[in-house]
């Protein structure tokens, strides 16, 4: 079976959490409703699945997954307002997570058909990815057992503190949603909620961990040249969007 690794990466730039919520469904059910038409059609008529990569950043934002629990958002509406955040509850794994300015969030809408289809290996090769490139800037970081993420400290565990958190949907081999790296976040928003439901370890960034502000291109940069080459993809950069998020 043919496999196409080649990638469509966007970057979104700062961008309203429903706008590229709205945009990944739009490509997700896509994508999934040509696999299941291609069930039906011999194989040389079949289409190839085609693969999405977004970066972007977004305003103040919470967002609660499937197995989370409300009273993990530490805030009410009044509340939300005075801080600027806004709050949704999305069909992503995981508990509660925060969005903001200075976070790198990555979107893959990938078929898994295309690389692996292991879900437990999808996610963590996304983690792979963000290890090395915390690498790059000289930490260590990596996974603690039962925990989903990327995490500082996570041998000793003296202070463990979570830099990277990560929550995907898939169906049909077909992903959404995904991770965020704090690299310039401003992290006293994470005071607000229990983060992904872990009330005893800390949340960090790459900025207070270097101890200075950090190039966002860079990073970004970094990031995509590791997620490429762990999962073999062609990065296929797509700069006009504006037009394809309204669609």
């Keep these: 079976m043919f496999q196409n ?3 469509i990466y966007q970057h979104l730039g700062t961008i309203d959490y429903q706008d590229a919520w709205d945009y990944q469904e739009k490509v997700f059910s896509e994508t999934v409703q040509l696999k299941i038409a291609n069930r039906n059609l011999p194989p040389d008529q079949q289409q190839i699945t085609p693969n999405y990569l977004f970066f972007c950043q ?3 934002v919470y967002t609660l997954g499937k197995s989370g629990k409300e009273s993990h958002l530490l805030l009410d509406e009044t509340d939300l307002e005075q801080y600027g955040a806004s709050f949704y509850k999305i069909n992503r794994g995981g508990d509660i997570t925060y969005h903001g300015p200075g976070q790198l969030v990555g979107y893959p809408i990938l078929d ?7 879900i437990h ?3 963590r090769t996304l983690e792979e990815a963000v290890i090395l490139t915390l690498a790059d800037y000289g930490l260590n970081a ?5 925990l989903t993420g ?4 996570y041998e000793a565990q003296v202070n463990p503190r979570k830099i990277c958190a990560l929550g995907v949907k898939s169906s049909r081999w077909v992903t959404m949603h995904g991770f965020a790296l704090n690299v310039n976040t401003d992290l006293s928003y994470f005071g607000h ?3 992904c439901g872990i009330a005893d370890k800390a949340v960090t960034s790459l900025a207070q961990e270097l101890g200075r502000k950090v190039d966002m291109t860079e990073v970004e940069d970094r990031l995509l040249r590791h997620l490429a080459r762990l999962f073999d993809m062609e990065i296929q950069e797509q700069k006009s969007v504006g037009s394809l998020i309204q669609a």
Excluded: C, E, M, S
């Design 121 to 123: 290996l999808y996610l």
């Design 193 to 195: 909620i229990v983060p």
């Design 58 to 60: 977004h305003p103040h």
């Design 5 to 7: 690794k080649r990638v």
């Design 142 to 146: 990596g996974r603690i057992a039962g």
């Design 150 to 153: 990327v995490w500082l400290d």
């Design 112 to 118: 898994l058909d295309n690389f692996f289809t292991d």
